[in-house]
């Protein structure tokens, strides 16, 4: 839960406590009229419609994560000190919860979140940006330092969005080289290992050679471990009996 202290600035009072995706009330029979843009200079929540009138003024579009707020790392890091901070990678970019999730059963060993006791990588303190200020605020009293000045914060050349994130994102990697697409480690091409690639290249000649008419194969270097390979070839060289009639009566 966020606390008020006077050590924390208007607008992010107001962006961690505001309530955002609920239907616009000035828009309220228009499409699309979730309030998914918060103005920093007016600290209100804006929905798509409500945006031209702020258009000169510094915006933030929220996004929405498995129900929860979340924003994008490269705007938040242009607001405040995002260091510490468990981030996600989906929809090929970071992102950082706005608030605390609820969680059924805190952790009591291992990494856990300074404020809420929620599970975390290692090498993280937080899991969420309230979380954050609630412990400088806590243990420092003031934000000092931990500010960003940012006068100038348009939305997205692209415009904006719907918001809505895809489930399927990962905890951001720390100290990996491990792509987002999972590829990794020594001996691989995306994942696929080479001698199962070879075993299926050499299954799918035979397969060819046999379509085009020619009765034997001929390997002229067969791999030594390939039992896919072989098993295919005495199977597809095995010659039917001769057909029986049935008898008369």
Known sequence: ????????PRWLQFLLTDKFYNACLIHPETKKN????YCLDCCISLCPHCVSPHSSHRLLQIRRYVYHDV?????AA?????????????????VVFLNQRLQTKKCSSGNV???CDRSLQELYNYCSLSCKVNHLVKTLGTLSGHLFECNY????????????????????PVGSNRTSSGSGGSGGYGGVDCRTTLACTATTEVVRKKRSGCSTFRSPCRPACSPVTEITVNS??????NPRRAPLY
């Open 1 to 8: 839960m966020y606390i008020y202290s006077a050590a924390v």
């Open 34 to 37: 979730e309030k998914n843009v």
């Open 71 to 75: 924003i994008r790392m490269d705007d």
């Open 78 to 94: 242009k607001l405040i000190d995002c260091s510490y901070i468990q981030s996600y990678k989906t929809n090929s970019a970071k």
């Open 113 to 115: 979140c300074s404020t």
């Open 153 to 172: 914060m348009p939305l997205s050349d692209s415009g904006l969005d719907d918001g809505l994130m895809t489930p399927d994102s990962v905890l951001d």
């Open 236 to 241: 597809m060289n095995r010659r039917k009996g």
